[in-house]
């Protein structure tokens, strides 16, 4: 991952929507947990059957698929 892509991501993330972080890694997720501070219902898409371990967001929920 890179930094600079969650600036220009977080650009387009707003109040009132809907996103996916797909591959959102299921120990370091920066993008992921922003997207949850600013959206209204974030899907964590990602292979790694990991991140069913992690805890439940308020506004959100774990997916996991093979790309």
Partial sequence: SRAFEYDFAM???HA???VADMG???HYRPLHDA????CDF???VDSHKGILD???MA???YI???F
């Fill in 11 to 13: 650009q387009y993330a």
């Fill in 16 to 18: 009132g929507q809907v």
């Fill in 24 to 26: 959102m890694g299921w």
């Fill in 35 to 38: 997207l949850s501070i600013v």
């Fill in 42 to 44: 974030v899907y964590g």
């Fill in 54 to 56: 992690l805890p439940t």
């Fill in 59 to 61: 506004h959100g929920t």
């Fill in 64 to 66: 996991v698929a093979d």
